[in-house]
Nanobody, 126 residues
Framework: QLQLVESGGGLVQPGGSLRLSCAAS????????IGWFRQVPGKEREGVSC????????YYADSVKGRFTISTDNANKTSYLQMNNLEPDDTGEYYC???????????????????WGKGTRVTVSS
């Protein structure tokens, strides 16, 4: 059974950094795309960054380009989202997701996802 477990959320001041982790199990890792999404109450879930595990093709939302970096540890089936220079608008629930086949644009922009984690909360506030 496929599982995605996020960790690393918390409270951080504007300008600070956090690194989110997503531990995956139960599927053939390198045939999927892994993505990070975020959601605030009253808004649709937004694709922040997605990456195809076989090709390395990566997508970033315009709002996070230059500040967030997605990476993967393929040996340990773990994805990371390094978030730097955080802003109050980055506040939200962050979800890890998996998609097969690994079509990054569809996953992140059209929210085409097969599996979701349960989320980890990020609050950016002074």
């Amino acid at each position: 059974q496929l599982q995605l477990v996020e960790s690393g959320g918390g409270l951080v001041q504007p300008g600070g950094s956090l690194r989110l982790s997503c531990a995956a199990s139960g599927f053939t890792w390198d045939t999927y795309a892994i993505g990070w999404f975020r959601q605030v109450p009253g808004k649709e879930r937004e694709g922040v960054s997605c990456t195809a595990l076989d090709t390395g093709t990566t997508y970033y939302a315009d709002s996070v380009k230059g500040r967030f970096t997605i990476s993967t540890d393929n040996a340990n089936k773990t994805s990371y989202l390094q978030m730097n220079n955080l802003e109050p608008d980055d506040t939200g629930e962050y979800y890890c997701a998996a998609k097969h086949p690994a079509v990054v644009y569809n996953m992140c922009v059209r929210r085409s996802v097969d599996f979701w984690g349960k989320g980890t909360r990020v609050t950016v506030s002074s």
